[in-house]
């Protein structure tokens, strides 16, 4: 669990940047296929993919700034600091999708459509996120047998407790302790969530079915996860991720209704 692979001089490479270069160009080469598969020109799909990428990363990054504020306020520089962590994957999702939204506005393909192409790359691409969270040590759970965690929580064999090093957020946050390593649960979740979703991007759905899929799947595995993370937003009393989740599952039904064809044409 160290965040660096590799360091020549000031140069350094960290994997929690190279888990987001892999997680691109992976999903590069997947929108190709699916778009080849839908008679869709590749090159256009690959520069809504960049819309979707850019607009993610400036959102998921925005998300987490503002319910941190008390903390970036007193550190404005910290704000671009993001080798350190600080990326909100609900900041992420609302702005990759509205960069899918503002490319479909002038490429004349539904959003529908580009989201529903998205959503399989975005899972993965947030799996390989997850691993990069691991080796920089944020994104972490409370320790085994935290008073935190629910009851039912606190019985999960020590051998599956993780020691960060004390350099990380997690250790600077619960030191030499075994904690639980929320960021690999999530990983696997959100493994077995891309098969789902790309063994089902050829069936008979709605428009929008499969990024409904998606936002109902990915409530669930936050909800539940979330119950082990230590640095998660709040809202008020509230985990955000959990007042977020139910909206999810909202938009994720409704994304799931059959449309009226006379308002899909129109």
């Known amino acids: 669990m160290y965040p660096e692979v590799f360091r020549i001089g000031p140069f350094v490479v960290r994997y929690y940047g190279l888990m987001y270069v892999i997680a691109l160009l992976v999903g590069i080469v997947l929108l190709r296929l699916e778009a080849k598969r839908r008679g869709l020109s590749p090159e256009r799909i690959v520069d809504a993919a ?13 998300y987490y700034v503002i319910f941190k504020w008390g903390h970036y306020s007193a550190n ?22 509205i960069g899918l939204w503002l490319y479909a506005r002038s490429s004349g393909i539904s959003v529908r459509t ?5 959503v399989p790359v975005l899972i993965l691409g947030h799996a390989l996120g997850r691993f990069g969270n691991f080796m920089n040590g944020d994104a972490h759970g409370y320790p085994l047998r935290s008073s935190q965690l629910p009851g039912w929580l606190q019985h999960f064999p020590e051998w599956m407790g993780v020691v960060f090093p004390p350099t990380s957020m997690a250790g ?7 904690l639980h390593p929320v960021m690999l649960y999530e990983l696997v979740l959100n493994l077995i969530g891309f098969v789902l979703l790309w063994s089902l991007r050829k069936s008979r759905l709605p428009e929008g079915g499969l990024a409904g899929i998606y936002l109902i799947y990915y409530a669930c595995v936050r909800s539940f ?21 139910l909206v999810m599952i909202v938009v994720g039904v409704y994304l799931l209704r059959p449309r009226d064809h006379r308002v899909a044409a129109s």
């Open 50 to 62: 960049f819309y979707a990428f850019v607009a993610g990363f400036l959102g998921g990054r925005l």
């Open 76 to 97: 404005p520089l910290k704000i671009f600091a993001i080798w350190e962590g600080g990326m909100a994957i609900h900041g992420g999702i609302i702005g990759g999708m």
């Open 114 to 118: 580009l989201w529903d192409m998205a």
């Open 172 to 178: 600077r946050e619960f030191g030499q302790v075994p």
């Open 225 to 245: 996860t979330s119950l082990f993370r230590a640095d998660d937003l709040y809202l008020g009393p509230l985990r955000l991720p959990h007042v977020v989740s």
